[in-house]
């Protein structure tokens, strides 16, 4: 079975630009979560989504926004990037609809913002 | 509003050592517990977690964690270090009955395993 899938792995962009990151879950799974994490911040929460509906949001600025698919893949987007947005980007999906917390999660995308 | 704190950012052990990382939350309620482990530019795994129930869980590669309510912590221990254990542990909590896969991690633990 195939595992978190997120596209890009790196890249790199420069401040006020907008970026777009993919995440295809687990088979099956139907819940997608996003995070950042960052050296300094930690791992924060971004969103969540179930059956194409986010059911939850993190502390985040609205220029972070996310969508999910009908077949639950799901993309992320940060537009006017600020150098503060260079992170490490996780996607996490789950399969079941209980909060038992079990997330798997793909290798991240790591984008940096010169 | 819960939080996270994993005592001591860096822990370094010999091989065969035991290995505890320290972990304590806040929260208003019996909250769900777990740990993750990070390898280098790898995602998070989970290692084990805990839900209700035995208080003494067991996880992955040998690990364990005890939920203690009184002193609102979930310490992860394993009886002997491998070279293989070293990366970046993460305890997390979420809320029962909240929402649903927002969890609030702790600052992390590096584990180092000298030999």
């Known amino acids: 079975k195939a595992g978190v899938t997120q596209t890009p792995r790196y890249l790199i962009k420069t401040r006020g630009q907008q970026v777009t990151l993919s995440c295809s879950p687990i088979s099956g799974h139907r819940s997608v979560s996003w995070y950042q994490q960052t050296p300094g911040q930690g791992l924060q929460f971004l969103f969540e989504y179930f059956s194409e509906t986010q059911r939850n949001k993190g502390n985040f600025p609205g220029r972070f926004s996310g969508r999910q698919f009908s077949n639950s893949r799901s993309e992320m987007n940060v537009s006017t990037l600020e150098l503060g947005d260079s992170a490490l980007y996780l996607c996490?999906?789950?399969?079941?609809?209980?909060?038992?917390?079990?997330?798997?999660f793909g290798e991240g995308s790591r984008l940096t913002v010169l | 509003a819960q939080s996270v704190t994993q005592l001591g950012s860096h822990v370094s052990v010999s091989e065969g050592a035991l290995v505890l990382l320290r972990c304590n939350y806040s929260s208003s309620v019996p909250p769900y517990l777990f740990w993750y482990v990070q390898y280098p530019n790898q995602g998070l795994q989970l290692l084990l977690k805990?839900?209700?129930?035995?208080?003494l869980v067991k996880g992955i590669n040998g690990f364990e964690a005890e939920f203690k309510k009184s002193e609102t912590s979930f310490h992860l221990t394993k009886p002997s270090a491998h070279m293989s254990d070293a990366a970046e542990y993460f305890c997390?909590?979420?809320?029962?009955?909240?929402?649903?896969?927002?969890?609030?991690f702790g600052k992390g633990t590096l584990l180092t395993v000298n030999p």
């Open positions: 805990y839900t209700t129930g035995a208080t």
């Open positions: 996490a999906s789950s399969f079941s609809r209980a909060n038992t917390g079990e997330l798997f």
């Open positions: 997390a909590v979420s809320e029962p009955g909240g929402s649903n896969y927002k969890l609030t």
